[in-house]
């Protein structure tokens, strides 16, 4: 199965009308990119939802995957949040391919906020798809 890219992606898909339209640069083995969360990303008030940041820690290691031509999908991850993000603050996130062996691949991601510092970090296993 071949993957295709339509833009209705959640995360970076232009025409999602309720996606977060993310613009990822690639260099190399490396993803980034700039988040702003909105209000209707909260979970408590003013906090970010811990679902919505797995998800973009996801698609920094999805999205560097099909970038690459690899192919993949997740089979797993793995989300820690560190520290609360907030609402209207921007995080930096940037995603990682760590090894690539026959059918697997382990990535990693990080979101940090303007100071830097970690807000949640995610590794993944990520699958060829044949």
Same mark, same amino acid.
């Given at each position: 199965?071949?993957?295709?890219? &339509?833009? =209705?992606? @959640? ?7 309720? %996606?977060?339209?993310?613009? @990822?640069?690639?260099? %190399?083995?490396?993803?980034?990119? /700039?988040?702003?969360?909105?209000? *209707?990303?909260? %979970?408590?008030? &003013? ?19 099909? *970038?690459?031509?690899?192919?993949? /999908? ?5 989300? &820690?949040?560190?520290?609360?993000? =907030?609402?209207?603050?921007?995080? @930096?996130?940037?995603? !990682? ?12 991601? /990080?979101?940090?906020?303007? &100071? %830097?510092?970690? /807000?949640? *970090? ?7 798809? !044949?």
């Amino acid at each position: 199965m071949k993957l295709y890219n &339509d833009n =209705y992606c @959640f995360v970076c898909g232009k025409k999602n009308k309720i %996606g977060l339209k993310l613009e @990822f640069e690639t260099k %190399g083995r490396k993803t980034k990119t /700039v988040f702003t969360p909105k209000k *209707e990303h909260q %979970g408590y008030k &003013d906090v970010v939802h811990g679902g919505i940041l797995a998800t973009v820690l996801d698609e920094a290691m999805t999205r560097l995957g099909y *970038e690459l031509g690899l192919n993949t /999908v997740t089979a797993r991850i793995e989300v &820690d949040l560190k520290k609360p993000a =907030y609402i209207n603050e921007k995080l @930096f996130l940037e995603g !990682e391919i760590i090894e690539e062996k026959e059918r697997k691949v382990l990535a990693k991601s /990080v979101a940090k906020n303007a &100071d %830097g510092e970690i /807000v949640a *970090e995610a590794k993944g296993v990520l699958v060829k798809l !044949e």
